[in-house]
């Protein structure tokens, strides 16, 4: 089965520590792992994503994803988290089956809270 | 300019009823989608077209009906209108996701319909 697990439906943090926002995938083949942000009454915006070659991938708004094949995760990383981070953050993956490829898979969400 | 545009933002309307949401986007893209999002914001996909033409129907009643005019729009219709089907709405537009094969979704602003 395709699918994406996040595990935490919540993360807090204070302002100023690192950030981590777990997520774990079930696909075939090699995976196409993305994460998005949602912020409040906002739709889904693209924060990074994962295709091919290095496994740490840069992304929007200082954000980055460590993607590690053996343990099937992509989780999200911020070394310095700011109260504006605060928002609803989703992974997905895209269904690698050809006929399938406009399917993608979302996580359940976290609520990532960044106290001052 | 938005990318990524949806009427009605809010819908509010009785149990029966006939409705309409609309989605464009000027992005160029050949691929749109309709996910819904629940009131514990579990994203799931409803339908994709591509090109004009349904690729992804997921096991959504036959009440609605996507309609796409041409490649910049996908309207969603729903008939007989149900309790259940409150939720958040989002559009989404993408390149052609079995061309590129990394390709990002771009997300509308959602639409909030609540059934009384």
């Known amino acids: 089965a395709q699918s994406v697990a996040q595990p935490e439906d919540q993360v807090n943090v204070a302002e100023g520590n690192p950030l981590t926002v777990k997520c774990t995938y079930s696909v075939s083949g090699n995976p196409y792992l993305f994460w998005y942000v949602q912020y409040p009454n906002r739709g889904l915006q693209f924060l990074l994503k994962y295709i091919t070659g290095d496994n740490l991938v840069k992304g929007s708004y200082g954000f980055e994803a460590e993607f590690n094949k053996s343990q099937t995760s992509f989780h999200l990383k911020k070394p310095s988290a700011l109260v504006s981070d605060s928002a609803l953050y989703f992974c997905?993956?895209?269904?690698?089956?050809?006929?399938?490829?406009?399917?993608?898979?979302f996580g359940s969400g976290t609520k990532l809270n960044v106290k001052p | 300019d938005t990318a990524v545009s949806q009427t009605p933002k809010y819908l509010v309307t009785q149990m029966g009823n006939d409705k309409s949401i609309k989605c464009e986007q000027n992005?160029?893209?050949?691929?749109m989608y309709w996910y819904k999002q629940d009131s514990k914001k579990f994203l799931k996909i409803m339908f994709s077209?591509?090109?004009?033409?349904?690729?992804i129907n997921e096991t959504v009643p036959n009440r609605f009906s996507p309609k796409s005019p041409d490649k910049a729009h996908l309207n969603l219709h729903i008939n007989s209108l149900e309790l259940g089907d409150s939720a958040v709405y989002f559009c989404a537009s993408s390149h052609d996701p079995a061309g590129g094969l990394g390709e990002t979704q771009y997300f509308g602003p959602g639409t909030r319909l609540l059934v009384l």
């Open positions: 077209y591509n090109n004009k033409e349904l690729i």
């Open positions: 997905a993956v895209r269904d690698m089956r050809s006929y399938n490829f406009n399917k993608f898979y």
């Open positions: 992005l160029g893209h050949d691929t």
